[in-house]
């Protein structure tokens, strides 16, 4: 850490070490790492929660977007809180009023930098791993925040398709102040269609290159499996996932076969608190049709009632009854599941390929949002959520 760097900030392995070490890490997702999420998550075997990203132009300028979207618990750190942004003052400033709402200086560990997302979005407002090209201006931004943040500065990147520019870049931002680098181990030309798997090659290649801060991987983890595997392969020091605990919250607590309708059920309650804004409808709904995938696979009419249902209480309603119908055939549940869920599965694909080629000529948006999710109304909802939700952060 440079000597000029702000009062008595811990650094690298220091500032890990501060915060727990944490391995099991809930990604930064806009819409869907919100409050009730991250609790979730954390009392599932998550050690670590990020913010869905903020736009740090919007941030500054708006109070009203501020305080909408600043919900937090006491007590829940720690908590990266991430933001994106190509200015280095405006950037800090984003920072430094976030220190200053509520059970901020308590449960912020650090301030995340998004130079990963790949939407187009983010090209037009110059952004996320658009400023790949602009190290210049990256590298600015991550010395101002650790000059002048009162906590560390982290960043989450992609990669390059040639990994010894992926190590200079890495070698770069470690120079410059940031503290723990995530790498997902997809270039920023892997998505929709194209997303493919991430490489971990790449991403041992980085942890043995950066030796003095923490590296932790993103990218193919579903199971548990994945998640030893992937630190047994690569050495890092914790995983990142997100997609993954959209489907299984309880991810990290190694139990794949977590009774979803228990975490559904759990999720909805911890959407109810005193003195917080309640999550946008269409996200809850969002977060019932991941966590209980299969479920709808199997009862495409319940899925359809949570679709149109248009209360908690509708939704706890179906979610029983989803519960009670495949507790009343336990034994052949699982070939059930795959009958149907395998044909579906097939049925989904050719419906996803034929919509992104449609999508593809008209050349409107895309990116790392949509090519995640799965049965079309999710598909559709989760991507114009997304990006309805940046269009209004960068409206600037
Ligand atoms: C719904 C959704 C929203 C996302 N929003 C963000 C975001 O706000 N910031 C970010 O850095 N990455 C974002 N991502 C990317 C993820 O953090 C992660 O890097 C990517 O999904 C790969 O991880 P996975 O293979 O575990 O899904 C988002 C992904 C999804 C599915």
Redesign the pocket.
Known sequence: MSEESKGCKVSGYEFYRSIGSPKYIL???????ELAFRLLCKNHGTQLT?T??FHSRVWVDHKEYRNRHWQVVAGEGPMFV?F?GNEPETVLEATRLCMELPHARDIVAAF?L?L??PQRIAQRGRY?SYLMEEQDVIRRIVETMHRESEVPITC?VRIFPDVQHTLKYAEMLRDAGCQLLTV?G?TREQRGVKQGL?DWDQIKMVREHIKDIPVIA????QTFEDVTKCMEYTGVDGI???????ENPALFSNQDDYDRAELALEYLDLTDRPNHNPPNVSYTKSHIFKVMLKEWMCFPDLRDAVQYSGTKEEMRKIIKEADSRKKERPDDWRTFYLNNFKETCQQRRQAKSSRKRKHNQQDTSDG??EE??TPTKIDKR?GSL?DGNVEQQTNE
Do not use: W
Request: charged fraction near 15%; proline fraction near 5%; hydrophobic fraction near 35%.
């Open positions: 990604a930064p997702m806009v819409d869907q790492s990020y869905p990203m991430q994106c995340d998004n990963g997302c996320g989450k997902h997809r991430a993103n990218g193919n983890i990142m996932s997100a997609v993954g605990l959209l790392n949002v995640q999710n989760d997304v």
